[in-house]
């Protein structure tokens, strides 16, 4: 092998990797540990495109990098693989969700493994496999244990084309995110996670946590904690008090302005409190409303609409009876279902009340130079009783005392969390550890888990509506272990997020049989110290799995109260970007100009027919601007990448370095396999720094003897900058360093082994299988991959010589080299200056009347 030959390099090595073992996880625990982790990934049948293996390839540079520096490193791989996409496409074709899983899984790892990441394959688990979901299981039962699993009606998304509930994230604008058919809340019996329980903790512990700020808001915002007031407003000309309409707000000190009451359509008391006159009508609204979306309800944009029940409550601070209403923007899930609406202060209410002709009253005086309907912000209370002339908090702290002791209200904390859904109407996922005996629920014992998926020919659900695990009568129907009473399974099945919620964790000891994992492990692997993912899990599945840890934490399974101790989210990979050009009459028109004209011809372009300038594109050799887009890829845009294509034609290290190349790794960047070729040239140069093209050995340049000076301080440079930017996640940066290192040893007459050694250090997270290859050629038998990272030393940063700029009068004239021993002599390093061939012409015009020398900086010659 002469030339750069990826296929048979990359062969070759990830060969030896696999079958030397090369990144199975040390048994020993004597050194120190690093974790690092990538979230799960769902093994579509699709298989990866290149925006999937940045966040891989960047967990990968520092797992090799940390093997490097001493570390244990856990650095593991498996598939999050139940869920709905399997259970459609078997509808659809009859396949069994288990065939199709297994088939993509296998697609997925032979790419995994193409791209030569360093992951412990001894470690792999998978989510649907028995032994894995059997601790699943059994924690759902830790869960029951604690009261934090329970059973309940509940409004839910429910599809009656895909015959399940679905979580909110799985509804997009009314409709299922698979499939696009319409979506309905109903009430339904599904077992709920008291979530709720633990929110305070969820808040709290983000302080702690070096995540990203965005994330941590969204988690903040997500869990939503309020401070304010529960208040009780009676209906009218009822005696029950009992029957109150409990709200909860955040401004009880604008109780006066409350003007009338808002109902969400889901309300328990909108049945009760409609007038027989009004009910046709009401009823009308609540199945329009069960077809919306929570997101489409409470867009802020969107026109208000609602429908008068015909009944009122009474205002507890001035007595006045309000009507009540029902409206879409309102959410059972939220608060207590039920608002005051005070339109006054409230942007919202202030457009419904607009529409409805209902009152207004503001309690907060705005400003003289407010030109704005609802004012929401600071002021003087007014229109409000006691309470006219306070602060809002002034007020806010009176109303409750004064409501408080009125028995019409208290202070309280709300959230905008709600107790987690936890059942779905699917066949292929987790089935409950949970029998029914008499109608009631009961958990089943450890020694009964894994309660395994039966077998079924039919992934639909029943004609009764029941869920496809129901058509497995024999396996539905079962006997209580403990009374031998009859007893039927639960039908319903875990959601996705039940594989994903603890999988970090038996990573740490994927064969213990004893729990879920094995303790010893656990206090030492834990936390997670890097995890990195998409950013579209910012929300849930982190919320959900460090509910899961804390109650793990609670029952004495982990030892650490968090489980991510470091978050990276990478940024997203768009298509390649996209040019459009225009003209009118054969001439070339601004996009802006474009849009005022018609007949105007639009032009797709070719990447070379355009030019970048600081922040926009032009069509080459002209100031006109043109639109450049890129988009996300998708099939239906057709921009899709597949890295097997990029592979075939560059190597899996050339794609693995154009993917850190392209910027920080936290930005949304658009992919350019025209880029790929200029690192793929990058790895050429290296190839051919070391390797005689011709003979295919080493170069007669590389040699045994000792660096010079120079060519250690252009090593120990790029040392420095590429440990610190691998520390930072600067990948793009470090592998600047190594191309400018390249560039500089390419002038070398000779390349001393001890300095190509250490770059090929430096090179082999970044690029693992041309960093084996030359290491090996630089006659080492073992592996790169444990040998020690290269330090720097400041020393060899520091020149053999100082330069001296020379200025006459203030300009600078010429510069000098003197040896660093004669840095500091001043009659040296004057007499030197003046020898210079552009400053004595100025010496012999003049006159020279003062000499500044500030050593190690600059000399200064003034002449008149």
């Given at each position: 092998?002469?030339?750069?030959n990826p296929?048979?390099i990359?062969?070759?090595w990830?060969q ?8 199975k ?5 004597d ?11 769902y093994?579509?049948g699709?298989g990866?495109?290149?925006g999937?293996?940045e966040?891989?390839t960047a ?7 940390k093997?490097?520096?001493?570390f244990n490193?856990l ?5 999050d ?8 496409y078997a509808?659809?074709t009859?396949?069994?969700p288990?065939d199709?899983?297994k088939?993509?899984?296998n697609?997925f790892?032979?790419q995994?493994?193409s ?5 412990d394959?001894n ?7 028995p032994d894995y979901?059997?601790w699943?299981?059994?924690?759902f039962l830790k ?5 934090l699993?329970?059973?309940d009606d509940?409004?839910?998304n429910?599809?009656p084309e895909l015959g399940?509930v679905?979580?909110?994230e799985?509804v ?14 109903k009430?339904m ?6 979530i709720?329980e633990?929110?305070d903790?969820?808040?709290e512990?983000?302080e ?6 965005s994330?941590k808001d ?9 401070i ?5 407003f009676?209906l009218?000309?009822?005696t029950d008090?009992s ?7 955040t ?5 006066f302005?409350a ?8 309300h328990?008391l ?6 027989v006159?009004?009910r046709e009508?009401v009823e009308r609204y609540?199945e ?5 979306s929570?997101l489409?309800?409470?867009e ?8 008068f029940?015909?009944g009122?409550?009474?205002?507890p ?5 309000i009507?009540?209403w029902v ?6 899930t939220y608060?207590t279902g039920a608002?005051m609406a ?5 942007e ?7 529409k409805?002709d209902?009152p207004i009253?503001r309690?907060v005086?705005?400003?003289?130079d407010?030109e704005g309907k609802?004012?929401?912000?600071e002021?003087?209370?007014i229109?409000?009783g006691?309470l006219?002339g306070?602060?809002v908090?002034?007020?806010?702290q009176?109303?409750?005392a004064?409501l ?5 209200g208290?202070k ?8 987690w859904?936890f059942s779905?109407q ?5 089935p409950f550890?949970?029998i029914h005996v008499?109608?009631?629920?009961k958990p089943l014992?450890?020694d009964q ?6 077998e079924?020919e039919?992934?639909?659900p029943t004609?009764?509506?029941d869920p496809p ?5 024999d396996w539905v129907k079962t006997?209580?272990p403990?009374?031998g009473k009859?007893a039927?399974?639960e ?5 996705q997020?039940a594989?994903s919620c603890?999988?970090?964790l ?9 729990g ?5 492990a ?6 997670v110290d890097m ?5 579209e ?7 959900y799995?460090?509910f899961w840890h804390?109650?793990l ?7 650490t109260s ?5 978050l990276?989210?990478q940024?997203?990979i ?8 225009y003209?009118?009459?054969?001439k ?14 639009r032009?797709?372009?070719d990447e070379d ?5 600081e922040d ?5 050799g002209?100031?006109?601007k043109?639109d450049a887009?890129a988009?996300?890829?998708?099939k239906s845009?057709g921009?899709?990448v597949?890295p097997?294509d990029?592979?075939?034609?560059y190597g ?7 993917e850190?190349?392209m910027g920080?790794?936290e930005?949304?960047k658009p992919w350019?396999t025209?880029d790929?070729d200029g690192?793929y040239r990058?790895l050429?140069?290296?190839w051919r ?11 007669d340049?590389v040699?045994?003897?000792d660096p010079s000076r120079e060519?250690?301080?252009v ?5 420095r900058k590429?440990?610190?930017d691998i520390d ?8 600047s360093?190594?191309?400018?290192f390249?560039?500089d040893?390419?002038?070398?007459e ?11 250090k430096?090179l082999?997270p970044f ?5 084996e ?5 630089l ?7 444990y040998?020690e990272?290269?330090e ?8 053999d010589?100082?330069?001296y ?5 203030g300009?600078v004239?010429g510069e000098i080299h003197?040896p660093r021993e004669?840095?500091?002599d001043k009659e040296?390093?004057l007499?030197?200056a003046?020898?210079?061939e ?6 012999d015009?003049?006159n020279l009347?003062k000499?500044?020398?500030v050593?190690?900086?600059i000399?200064?010659l003034?002449v008149k």
């Open positions: 092998m002469s030339s750069y296929e048979k990359e062969s070759k990830q030896y990797w696999q079958s030397e073992k090369t990144f996880t040390p048994e020993s625990r050194k120190p540990k690093y974790y690092v982790l990538d979230m799960f990934p093994p579509s699709s990866l495109h290149v999937h293996p966040g891989y967990t990968d540079i520092l797992a090799r990098y093997r490097m520096k001493g490193v650095h593991p791989i498996g598939w693989a139940f869920g709905l996409p399997a259970e459609q509808v659809k009859g396949t069994h288990r199709t899983t088939r993509n899984i697609r790892r032979e995994l493994q791209l030569g990441f360093s992951y394959w470690r792999e688990i998978n989510t649907t496999d979901y059997k699943t299981q059994w924690i869960l029951y244990e604690k009261g699993a329970y059973e509940v409004p839910v429910w599809c399940t679905l979580a909110n799985e997009i604008d009314g409709r299922s995110e698979v499939g696009g058919f319409p979506v309905v809340k009430p019996r599904q077992w709920v996670l008291k709720t633990y929110a903790r969820l808040l512990g983000l702690d946590l070096d995540w990203p700020q994330t969204m988690q903040r915002n997500w869990i939503g904690k309020s304010g007031a529960e208040i009780d009676e009218a000309g009822e008090s029957a109150a309409i409990k709200v909860f707000t401004r009880p000190d604008t109780i302005g003007t009338y009451m808002v109902l969400a359509p889901e328990d909108v049945d009760h409190i409609t007038t006159d009004q009508a609540r329009e409303a069960a077809q919306k929570d489409e309800r409470t802020l944009s969107k026109e208000k609409t609602g429908v029940t015909g009122y409550a009474v205002n601070a001035n007595g006045e009876e009507p009540v409206a879409d923007y309102v959410l059972a608060g608002i005070v339109p006054g202060q409230d919202r209410d202030w457009e419904f009340a607009e409805f209902l009253v309690t005086q705005p400003p003289e407010f609802a004012y929401t912000k002021g003087k209370t229109n409000s006691f006219n306070l602060n908090e002034e007020a806010k009176k109303i409750i004064w408080e002791e009125q028995e019409a208290k309280a904390i709300n959230y905008k969390l709600r107790d859904l779905r699917r066949y292929w996922g987790e550890p949970i008499d109608g009631e629920p014992d450890e888990l894994p309660v395994t998926l039966p079924v039919d992934f639909e004609e009764e509506g695990l129901a058509r497995a009568e006997t209580d403990e009374t009859p039927v399974r039908t319903n099945t875990m959601p997020w594989g603890w999988y970090y038996r990573f740490m000891s994927p064969e213990f049989e004893e879920p994992v094995d303790p010893k656990e206090s030492y692997w834990s936390p995890y990195v993912g998409g950013a899990h910012s929300v849930l599945h982190l919320l799995a460090r804390k109650v934490y609670d029952c004495g399974l982990v030892s968090e489980p991510f101790q470091r990276v989210h940024g997203m768009l298509g390649e970007m996209e040019y459009t050009g003209k009118k009459e054969g070339w028109v601004s996009a802006g100009e474009a849009e005022e004209m018609d007949d105007v011809e032009l797709n372009l027919q355009v030019e970048k300038k926009y594109f032009v069509v080459r002209t100031d006109i043109i887009k988009h996300k890829m998708s845009r921009n899709v597949n097997d990029v592979i075939d034609r899996a290290d050339s794609m693995r370095l154009y850190m190349f920080p790794l930005q949304v350019s025209k790929v690192v990058f050429n140069r290296v720094l070391m390797i005689d093209e011709d003979s295919g050995e080493l170069k340049s040699t045994d003897g060519q250690l301080k090593l120990h440079e790029c040392i590429v440990t610190g930072d996640l600067s990948f793009n940066t470090a592998i360093a190594m191309m400018i390249v560039n040893a390419n002038k070398w000779s390349h001393p082994k001890p300095v190509l050694e250490r770059f090929v430096l082999s690029a693992p299988h041309i960093a290859e030359l290491w090996q050629r006659g080492h038998e073992e592996s790169i991959a040998t990272w290269p720097f030393k400041e020393e060899y940063l520091i020149s010589t100082q330069m700029p020379i200025q006459v009068n300009k004239r003197v004669k840095a500091g040296y390093v007499a030197e003046k020898a210079v552009n400053v004595a012409k100025y010496l015009d003049g009347v000499e500044i020398f050593p190690e900086r000399v200064n003034v």
